[in-house]
């Protein structure tokens, strides 16, 4: 399995890309081509032993930083590493692409370059929250920002297929995020996708709430992109708040310091259940080969992650299912 | 001054009701009046002292539960303690109006019994949350699902004026939620509200995103009322799954219990500084009379925390200042 990554994107790159990756090559057997300039990505490969052959490197001279505007610059910067990444997967030089720069020109590279399934008419953005009942799926989680009830019907099947061959979930549960859990509760968009959630091919719950987010009541959770990027953001924001809180909360005095000594067990644990490198990136569902955002603080440990996880959606034919459930058995040409 | 409390709405009602505003009557110097079945009031106040005169009791037979579809229930049951208790803010029986049941019947009672300030085109629930910054005002945080642009900019004002007024912060920052910083940003709503809020007669400081809630960037974050609702529980929600990670942290070995002992003082402040009890209830803004609602869970503490802030919006003229910066200086009829 040969996976490309833009060596470029991200807040840690070209390091961390690199050190995660080769781990990767080590520990999984994959092959990795990695993306970006190539002197400086041959540089930081110096640093580790790894089996040659199985790492190549594309140079890309260009580079969009997050202060592009997305659609513009991949238009325009055809030899940036995304652009050129993309492009390779479009050929089917690779299996699949993990990307962790601007978002929105990950978003623009997958749906411009790689493309749409057919029959999909927007491909979202999928990420996996830590929740109290384990990894659970929020789409869209910022792809698209204003959504009609049939994209939101997508998603749900989408979804459903990614929670259900990638985190091996039998039957998973599906919610569509509103104001209320009583099916007349929502705003326009949410009440006419209910009724059209009722009849899908999935295992529709019906309406969840944001309590029920971290509570993980369903396993996927479907909503549109402005909502997703708002829940996830919010979500991100309040855990980085309480994790200052709980530091604070042990810096008292002694007592409580010695305190945060005694329950270091107990606070790691905390750490590893919060901790969104352990759970890989967010998968873009509805490309037509795979494509996973990763976080754009990504150090080593979550590209690693992100590279098990684009891994697993390859191994366990995500795609081919969206698919057939789609285009009900067209081939994905 | 006179502030009515719903004593039947409410998980803890009428018990926690009638703790908590007799404390008030003590302690502020404030009357109540109490509307509810009058006899099982009448059993709850015999449990403590207070000034007889300063308390008075108004019988309503029926009560709204949580499971009655809201309008419906305000426009058959004339005689819920809701209603009633509406009926009388609104006659100039009291000053202002604490309820912590039926959200929707409260919303409902604001605005079908009470009545909207004119020129306010829709009131909106606003609710202060507990950010790295102290407490700040989200607006709309569920009453109205599906707004316009104007709605916003209104809820900016509105907003605004609370935070100057009842709590004390001068010139007070506005930010819309939206899923980006840039002014380009944003779906339909916010792109359209957005340069309205540029020119309001507040200290706009342009989009937030959902880490800046808990973060506590603005002192003011506009919303519509489906993303405020979604926001608000799922803090909520992610609060009590927290509480619940820290909770086990301490308990895994007897190490991390010791730990948790001697943390005890830093574990009190973190709670507290999480509380939504100590940051009193949600104020109904929009309408002609100051109207609470309290959370619907409110103990004895969260009721006399709503007392103290409904005393405080009453005292500081919010909808005087409201219906001046909305109607150019028409009075309040």
Same mark, same amino acid.
């Given at each position: 399995?040969?996976?490309?990554?833009?060596?470029?994107?991200?807040?840690?790159?070209?390091?961390?890309?690199?050190? @995660?990756?080769?781990?990767?090559?080590?520990?999984?057997?994959?092959?990795?081509?990695?993306?970006?300039?190539?002197?400086?990505?041959?540089?930081?490969?110096?640093?580790?032993?790894?089996?040659?052959?199985?790492?190549?490197?594309?140079?890309?001279?260009?580079?969009?930083?997050?202060?592009?505007?997305?659609?513009?610059?991949?238009?325009?910067?055809?030899?940036?590493?995304?652009?050129?990444?993309?492009?390779?997967?479009?050929?089917?030089? *690779?299996?699949?692409?993990?990307?962790?720069?601007?978002t929105?020109?990950?978003?623009?590279?997958?749906?411009?370059?790689?493309?749409?399934?057919?029959?999909?008419?927007?491909?979202?953005l999928?990420?996996?929250?830590?929740?109290?009942?384990?990894?659970?799926?929020?789409?869209d989680a910022g792809a698209?920002?204003?959504?009609?009830?049939?994209?939101?019907?997508?998603?749900?099947?989408?979804?459903?297929?990614?929670?259900?061959?990638?985190?091996?979930?039998?039957?998973?549960?599906?919610?569509?995020?509103?104001?209320?859990?009583?099916?007349?509760?929502?705003?326009?968009?949410?009440?006419? *996708?209910?009724?059209?959630?009722?009849?899908?091919?999935?295992?529709?719950?019906?309406?969840?709430?944001?309590?029920?987010?971290?509570?993980?009541?369903?396993?996927?959770?479907?909503?549109?992109g402005f909502?997703g990027n708002?829940?996830l953001?919010?979500?991100?924001?309040?855990?980085?708040?309480? @994790?200052?809180?709980?530091?604070?909360?042990?810096?008292?005095?002694? *007592?409580?310091?010695?305190?945060?000594?005694?329950?270091?067990?107990?606070?790691?644990?905390?750490?590893?259940?919060?901790?969104?490198?352990?759970?890989?990136?967010?998968?873009?569902?509805?490309?037509?080969?795979?494509?996973?955002?990763?976080?754009?603080?990504?150090?080593?440990?979550?590209?690693?992650?992100?590279?098990?996880?684009?891994?697993?959606?390859?191994?366990?034919?995500?795609?081919?299912?969206?698919?057939?459930?789609?285009?009900?058995?067209?081939?994905?040409?």
């Amino acid at each position: 399995m040969k996976i490309i990554i833009d060596a470029m994107g991200g807040d840690n790159a070209p390091a961390a890309q690199i050190e @995660g990756a080769v781990r990767a090559v080590n520990e999984l057997g994959v092959d990795i081509i990695f993306v970006g300039k190539e002197e400086t990505v041959r540089g930081e490969l110096k640093k580790y032993d790894y089996p040659e052959e199985k790492v190549s490197v594309v140079n890309a001279d260009e580079v969009i930083t997050n202060h592009e505007e997305p659609a513009k610059a991949v238009r325009s910067k055809k030899n940036s590493s995304i652009v050129v990444a993309a492009g390779m997967l479009r050929n089917g030089e *690779a299996d699949a692409l993990l990307a962790c720069g601007n978002t929105g020109a990950i978003l623009a590279s997958g749906l411009l370059v790689v493309g749409r399934i057919k029959g999909i008419l927007r491909p979202a953005l999928a990420t996996t929250l830590p929740t109290a009942k384990g990894p659970k799926l929020l789409i869209d989680a910022g792809a698209n920002t204003n959504c009609k009830a049939e994209n939101l019907v997508q998603f749900g099947i989408m979804g459903s297929i990614y929670m259900k061959n990638v985190f091996d979930i039998d039957n998973p549960t599906v919610g569509l995020i509103s104001n209320g859990e009583e099916e007349g509760k929502g705003d326009e968009l949410t009440k006419a *996708a209910y009724p059209m959630m009722k009849e899908a091919a999935f295992n529709f719950i019906g309406n969840i709430e944001g309590r029920d987010v971290m509570e993980g009541t369903a396993d996927v959770m479907v909503c549109d992109g402005f909502v997703g990027n708002v829940i996830l953001k919010t979500v991100e924001g309040m855990g980085y708040v309480m @994790g200052n809180l709980v530091k604070d909360m042990f810096m008292k005095n002694l *007592a409580t310091k010695l305190g945060g000594l005694l329950a270091l067990k107990g606070v790691k644990q905390l750490k590893q259940t919060m901790d969104y490198r352990s759970y890989g990136g967010a998968p873009l569902l509805g490309t037509k080969k795979p494509v996973i955002k990763g976080h754009g603080s990504s150090d080593a440990k979550a590209v690693y992650n992100a590279v098990v996880q684009a891994k697993k959606f390859v191994e366990t034919n995500v795609i081919n299912e969206i698919v057939k459930n789609v285009n009900g058995g067209e081939s994905n040409g």
